[in-house]
């Protein structure tokens, strides 16, 4: 286990104690989520607006919950820790649901299904074979470091603050391939118009929102919600307007 979970893990013990059950989140009437605000199309600011699927997705599901949304965005790698420590209720952020995660955290069913593209400029690395002696850029505390650091034989694996620094050190040539979210990656491909290749999905993920351990009235309510919402179509038209398909696991 890397340190930041094992200090999550930590945490998980001392913190938890202290997380808002579902019915004191009910009585107080807002619920209070956490994202990141840089991982477009799922949650980015359109200027000073936060939106992106995963932040529409989220307050459907607050209202279907009969709850006002107070929105926390931070750092990428600081999201888990927060919980952690009971700043807010949830995390709704692309997290892959790993093991690893899951001993820190706990996660609702999943509300999409994606998984960890190759991307480099024409000519460059399209399989993870040919990774090999080839520096990668990666997001750090991803899955996408976690599964690009198992390849056999890859080179350096730079890591990134946030995702878009790792694209740009791609395009400006300081690395030689760039792993990301496959929906995200492919629009980057179409957005830079021959700059960058697709290549081969890495691996595959079952993306969910992270909840405090050991609060399970929580988990049960948003996974009641996040049916709710698949089932009256309010997922499917949100997962269209920014996909053009419906990204929920089949
Ligand atoms: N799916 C990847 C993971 O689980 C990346 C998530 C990145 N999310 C973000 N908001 N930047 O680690």
Redesign the pocket.
């Known amino acids: 286990m890397n340190r930041m979970l094992l200090v999550l893990a930590a945490l998980a013990v001392t913190g938890a104690a202290h997380a808002r059950t579902l019915d004191q989140i009910k009585k107080s009437g807002t619920v209070t989520i956490a994202?990141?605000?840089?991982?477009k199309p799922?949650?980015y600011f359109e200027g000073k607006k936060l939106t992106g699927f995963?932040v529409e997705l989220a307050e459907a599901i607050a209202k279907q919950m009969g709850l006002k949304v107070k929105w926390v965005t931070q750092p990428?790698d600081s999201?888990l820790i927060g919980l952690s420590q009971n700043r807010y209720d949830f995390v709704i952020?692309?997290?892959?649901i790993?093991p690893e995660?899951e001993k820190a955290v706990s996660f609702t069913s999943p509300h999409y299904c994606?998984g960890?593209l190759i991307v480099a400029r024409p000519g460059g690395p399209k399989t993870g074979a040919a990774l090999a002696g080839k520096t990668v850029a990666v997001?750090v505390?991803?899955?996408?470091?976690?599964n690009v650091q198992k390849v056999k034989g890859v080179g350096d694996v730079k890591t990134y603050p946030?995702?878009p620094d790792a694209q740009q050190a791609l395009l400006a040539g300081r690395v030689d391939a760039w792993v990301?979210?496959k929906f995200l990656a492919l629009d980057a491909i179409k957005a830079t118009a021959g700059k960058l290749q697709q290549g081969d999905l890495l691996f595959q993920?079952k993306?969910g929102m992270a909840v405090a351990k050991n609060n399970p009235t929580l988990v049960t309510g948003l996974n009641s919600a996040l049916a709710a919402v698949q089932k009256d179509g309010t997922y499917a038209k949100i997962s269209q307007k920014y996909f053009g398909q419906d990204i929920r696991c089949k």
């Open positions: 994202t990141e605000g840089a991982f799922f949650n995963e990428f999201l952020a692309s997290h892959g790993t995660r994606t960890g997001q505390g991803t899955t996408y470091l976690e946030k995702d990301s979210d993920e993306i």
